[in-house]
Nanobody
């Protein structure tokens, strides 16, 4: 069972930046995909960005050019650098990992609030 712990959220003004981190523990296969998701109040959880163990990335259209996903392969830690934040980015952000063909259990997430 892989454990996921997100951190780095907070309150920021529009146009500001935050960097989220996700630490993992447990048995992780060398080939995997890590991702960031978010869920705003009253909305479904949505994909923000993905990164493979080989470094290939994919982003939701709404964050392209503003967010950057990266990972520390040795530590299986994934980061999300969020720049030019907008009020509509306000949500609880979660990470997850596709490991051995299955996505992990969701963690507590980290709250990001962007004020206008």
């Amino acid at each position: 069972q892989v454990q996921l712990v997100e951190s780095g959220g907070g309150l920021v003004q529009a146009g500001g930046s935050l960097r989220l981190s996700c630490a993992t523990s447990g048995s992780i296969f060398s080939t995997n995909v890590m991702g960031w998701y978010r869920q705003a109040p009253g909305k479904q959880r949505e994909l923000v960005a993905l990164i493979t163990s080989g470094g290939t990335t994919n982003y939701a259209d709404s964050v392209k050019g503003r967010f950057t996903i990266s990972r520390d392969g040795a530590q299986n830690t994934v980061y999300l650098q969020m720049n030019s934040l907008k009020p509509e980015d306000t949500a609880v952000y979660y990470c997850n990992i596709l490991n051995r063909g299955a996505w992990g259990s969701w963690g507590q997430g980290t709250q990001v609030t962007v004020s206008s």
